[in-house]
């Protein structure tokens, strides 16, 4: 970290501000195109026309509206929350490899949702988020503590291998729940598999806000999560509540990943790669990280939906494999970097 | 056969005249060896007996030593539980010598091959050919898994060696885990990409049921049996020596180089064609040499043979557990056995990271 | 049982490295080697951090392969001939081993009988016997059932000499044996080493940290310094103040002890120096 924090402070800053524009008219335009492609093809122009002057009589405008729209939405929120939760995560636990879906989050917030399912029947939309966020607080304790008891302590590597045990000791148990109760469980399958077809607009009113709520507390704490990535004793030392900010963030990356998740199924690795390439360009303060963290989050989740959506059309491929398939070869490269 | 002086009393030396055959062998472990023996019989008969078709343990056996009771029960027990049962104990044993041999050529006691990825690269490599080639035929998928297998387990390493330092238990996990996470995402687009109906025969095959073991499936197991376990056996003593580390084994006298390659070889094919068959089972490869450790502490040749037992015994179990819990919805073995895995693998880890940090 | 005994008379170089270039990853660490092992006696390596006694060792006991040169054994390279058979004649215990969990003493003194034996030829009479001398020679029979992993460092570090002994061979290899153990217990050590040689008339090539125990019971000392050797030969000789200066940059005084006649390394620090001259003044 010191090599870039060395770095003439100014032209820093400077780079680091001037990143935002160009992202997100990147962001934008990916948003744009995302609703242009699909099964019908739709000039761009359509597209603006549909967003800023919509006719409901044109039924190219009613695909955008109810179809096409909802999806670049939640695409957007769900990849702006992963990518953010993760470069929280890997601040506070100073693991590179921390990832919502990795340290076992993701699992418990399915697993929650899914023996909701089971024992009460579909659980009303508006509690399903606090359903996942349950099961992602349980889950991410569960790792931690697995971890914190191996001998040598939470280090990245005890946090990953508990995460990776409880995620199959999960995965496990949802399978059976499937088995016994096939018929119910069939749109909860789909959701499994982290994709963004079919997903429901009414989700999106209801987590929205929370997602927003997240964003904005995960930039309000950006600067002392720099502090803490330093250390405990650091972080002390600078005057910082190390106990209540952990908490805290704890609580941020839970609702936030219990919103992606409620949105769109466990999506592995987002959270892992993006703050790692943001961390690329702007080094490592926080402040810059978590909001380049949340539009790099939101392209990128819009870009790997375009690329599912096209890539073997007229079928789709589920957005979750993509991000694992990039994810995955990340993941190596940074267990390799770590071990030297 | 005699016990001579300065052995202790748990111990039992056999001397042939001439001494051709001389072996020290823990008493404890040998008559685990029988205990675990039976229970495994034990459990086969009962699963024999079990199933939307109930049937008396004395008319099984009537009917496996080759009377017809009737029509329906002949074909019940001879086509259907039979075969299924031998494959689960079959699939089981293969399970954990694979898992056996990785531990020791690793020295990690982590090292699963469905958890570094070996099983899910055997397995990439059947759903490739299954939708790629449909009309291949049935007994070339030990094979394809097995070219698989060895791929991902070649990757693994090759990714996890470091040139001074060698292997780390955990940095090994660790990549397999991410190497597997890869591969299941290219399976899983293969399914999407491929036929339906295919992609269906694929996908009950990647959960790990033995449901559909037919003779077919046992004679191919059985045959890679037959081949691969003279060799595990036959390596047990530079096994025995490689848990001290390579430079002391080369000490010692023994082949490290080739016996590495051997035993990973030896451990990806024994994976391999039990994933060829049922599809990955996880955590057998872990609990069996764990819990033959556990039973009874022997040298590497007796511990290989409990640790078969113990897989076997474990596959069996939880191929008939999740046949009869929630009859008549059949639940994979393979989910029933990552159950019971994941805790022993927690509490592995727990020592595995006290080793690392020496 | 005493095969040692007949050769420990001999007289003639069994152990011998030459020209010997070695390294890792084309990383060249020793750089033309060329060494004899006296016969019956102890030779001690000794040498900075990454001076390459430890590669040295290595390469002699066919750990690492050399880029060139040979390193031979009664005439024969070692790193040619059948692996079994080297390990009949020369033993190595490396560096810090580490036993498999709750492995017994007995047990893993039995492995040390490897490569006389077959798969089902593990407890012969001979292996037997040979396992319980090495146990008793190490001084650790009465450890023979309890897990090595409950033992003290020295314990533990005799077991492994005992595995290396049941091995019946006339060579030994050791890489650091002493190291991260008490000074006690490393004397003890030294002791049983240099019994081994002069009462057993085996054939001993010791790497040391210990400068100090190094002069003390070496036969033959071997100096080491970038990869090459400095000096070899009878500490009487080659263990002086100037050496010291030369390979390990240590400003040092050597002293002979009044009573044991061993030579003594004692190091001078800015600290000591400044001591030395105010007690001058």
């Given at each position: 970290m010191s090599a870039a924090a060395h770095e003439p402070q100014a032209r820093m800053h400077f780079a680091a501000f001037s990143g935002v524009p160009v992202l997100l008219g990147i962001t934008v335009l990916l948003f744009a195109l995302h609703i242009a492609v699909g099964a019908k093809p739709l000039p761009l122009g359509t597209v603006l026309e549909a967003i800023f002057a919509r006719d409901a009589t044109v039924f190219d405008h009613m695909i955008i509206w109810d179809l096409r729209l909802p999806r670049a939405l939640i695409a957007l929120a769900v990849g702006a929350s992963l990518a953010v939760s993760g470069a929280l995560m890997q601040g506070v636990t100073r693991n590179p490899l921390a990832d919502p879906g990795i340290l076992g989050l993701m699992a418990g917030a399915s697993f929650a949702v899914v023996v909701t399912a089971f024992f009460f029947g579909t659980a009303p939309l508006v509690f399903l988020p606090w359903i996942a966020a349950a099961g992602a607080l349980v889950?991410?304790?569960?790792?931690?503590?697995?971890?914190?008891?191996?001998?040598?302590?939470?280090?990245?590597?005890?946090?990953?291998?508990?995460?990776?045990?409880?995620?199959?000791?999960?995965?496990?148990?949802i399978s059976i729940a499937h088995l016994l109760n096939e018929d119910s469980f069939e749109n909860l399958r789909v959701w499994l598999s982290g994709s963004l077809a079919g997903r429901d607009i009414e989700m999106l009113y209801i987590t929205g806000p929370w997602i927003a709520v997240g964003l904005l507390v995960a930039f309000s704490l950006a600067r002392q999560v720099t502090a803490l990535a330093m250390g405990d004793d650091v972080a002390k030392g600078l005057g910082v509540k190390t106990g209540w900010l952990k908490a805290q963030l704890l609580i941020t990356v839970v609702v936030l990943t219990a919103c992606a998740v409620a949105l769109a199924g466990p999506m592995g690795f987002v959270g892992l790669v993006i703050p790692h390439v943001v961390r690329l360009f702007v080094g490592s303060d926080y402040r810059w990280i978590v909001p380049y963290s949340a539009i790099l989050g939101a392209a990128y989740l819009l870009g790997v939906d375009i690329i599912a959506r096209i890539a073997i059309a007229p079928r789709e491929i589920s957005t979750g494999i993509i991000t694992a398939m990039v994810g995955a070869p990340v993941f190596i490269h940074l267990v390799r970097m770590r071990a030297r | 056969?005699?016990?001579?002086?300065?052995?202790?009393?748990?111990?039992?030396?056999?001397?042939?005249?001439?001494?051709?055959?001389?072996?020290?062998?823990?008493?404890?472990?040998?008559?685990?060896?029988?205990?675990?023996?039976?229970?495994?019989?034990?459990v086969i008969g009962v699963s024999l007996t079990v199933g939307s078709y109930g049937i008396e343990l004395e008319t099984v056996i009537t009917t496996l030593t080759g009377t017809t009771v009737s029509d329906a029960i002949d074909n019940v027990v001879w086509q259907f539980r039979f075969p299924r049962t031998l494959a689960a104990a079959l699939v089981g044993a293969m399970m954990a010598l694979s898992g056996g041999a990785l531990q020791n050529v690793t020295r990690n006691g982590l090292a699963d091959p469905s958890l570094v990825g070996i099983s899910q690269g055997a397995a990439l490599a059947v759903v490739f050919a299954i939708v790629a080639a449909p009309g291949l035929d049935y007994s070339w998928r030990p094979i394809i898994a097995f070219s698989g297998a060895l791929a991902v387990a070649t990757l693994v390493q090759a990714l996890s060696y470091q040139r001074r330092r060698g292997n780390n238990a955990i940095r090994f996990i660790l990549l397999g885990i991410g190497v597997s996470a890869f591969i299941s995402s290219i399976t899983s687009a293969l399914l999407t990409y491929g036929d339906i109906d295919r992609a269906i025969s694929a996908l009950s095959w990647l959960a790990g049921s033995i449901n559909a073991a037919s003779w077919t499936d046992v004679q191919i197991l059985f045959v890679w049996c037959v081949v691969l376990s003279p060799l595990v056996l036959g390596l047990t003593r530079i096994m025995s020596v490689l848990r001290m580390g390579e430079d002391t084994a080369v000490g010692l006298g023994a082949p490290v180089k080739w016996v590495r390659y051997a035993l990973i070889c030896v451990g990806v094919g024994f994976a391999a064609a039990a994933t060829a068959i049922v599809g990955p089972l996880g955590f057998v490869g872990l609990l069996a040499p764990h819990a033959a450790r556990r039973i009874a502490r022997s040298g590497v040749g007796l511990?290989?043979?409990?640790?078969?037992?113990?897989?076997?015994?474990?596959?069996?179990?939880?191929?008939?557990?999740?046949?009869?819990?929630?009859?008549?919805?059949?639940?994979p073995a393979g989910l029933i056995t990552a159950i019971i895995g994941v805790p022993v693998f927690v509490y592995l880890l727990q020592r595995a990271a006290a080793k690392s940090h020496l | 049982m005493a095969a040692w005994n007949e050769n420990g008379?001999?007289?003639?170089?069994r152990l011998a490295a030459s020209a010997l270039c070695a390294g890792y990853d084309g990383a060249s660490i020793l750089s033309d080697i060329d060494l004899t092992i006296p016969t019956g006696k102890m030779s001690v390596l000794v040498g900075a951090n990454g001076s390459g006694k430890s590669t040295l060792l290595k390469t002699m006991a066919r750990i690492l392969t050399p880029s060139s040169g040979t390193v031979l054994l009664d005439g024969k390279s070692v790193h040619a001939a059948k692996t079994r058979d080297v390990a009949r004649k020369m033993g190595l215990l490396p560096q810090g081993p580490i036993a498999p969990e709750g492995l017994t003493v007995r047990e893993l003194v039995a492995q040390g009988r490897f490569p006389h034996q077959g798969l089902m030829r593990q407890w012969t009479r001979e292996d037997e016997d040979a396992v319980n001398a090495a146990m008793a020679t190490a001084g650790i029979t009465e450890f023979a059932d309890r897990p090595v992993d409950s033992l003290s460092g020295g314990q533990r570090q005799r077991c492994w000499i005992a595995m290396v002994l049941a091995q019946e061979t006339d060579l030994l290899l050791l890489d650091e044996p002493t190291t991260f153990l008490d000074l006690k217990v490393q004397v003890d050590l030294m002791e049983l080493l240099a019994d081994l040689a002069h009462a057993r008339g085996r054939t001993l090539v010791i790497v040391l940290h210990e400068l100090s125990l190094a002069a003390?019971?070496?036969?033959?000392?071997?100096?080491?310094?970038?990869?090459?050797?400095?000096?070899?030969?009878?500490?009487?000789?080659?263990?002086?103040?100037?050496?010291?200066?030369?390979?390990?940059?240590?400003?040092?005084?050597?002293?002979?002890?009044?009573?044991?006649?061993h030579l003594v390394c004692v190091p001078l620090g800015a600290h000591a120096r400044r001591k030395a001259s105010v007690r001058v003044a």
């Open positions: 889950a991410a304790l569960v790792v931690y503590f697995i971890a914190l008891w191996a001998p040598g302590g939470a280090t990245p590597l005890t946090l990953t291998l508990s995460g990776a045990a409880i995620t199959a000791f999960l995965s496990a148990i | 056969m005699s016990t001579s002086a300065g052995t202790a009393s748990d111990h039992v030396v056999i001397r042939s005249r001439g001494e051709r055959v001389a072996l020290r062998l823990p008493v404890r472990a040998l008559v685990a060896v029988g205990v675990l023996a039976v229970l495994l019989l034990a511990h290989t043979v409990l640790t078969a037992l113990c897989g076997a015994l474990l596959v069996a179990l939880a191929d008939l557990v999740g046949r009869a819990a929630f009859a008549p919805i059949q639940i | 008379a001999d007289t003639g170089i003390a019971y070496a036969d033959h000392l071997v100096m080491m310094k970038d990869g090459r050797i400095v000096c070899a030969g009878a500490p009487e000789t080659i263990f002086t103040a100037e050496r010291l200066k030369h390979v390990f940059d240590l400003e040092a005084r050597v002293v002979r002890d009044a009573e044991t006649g």
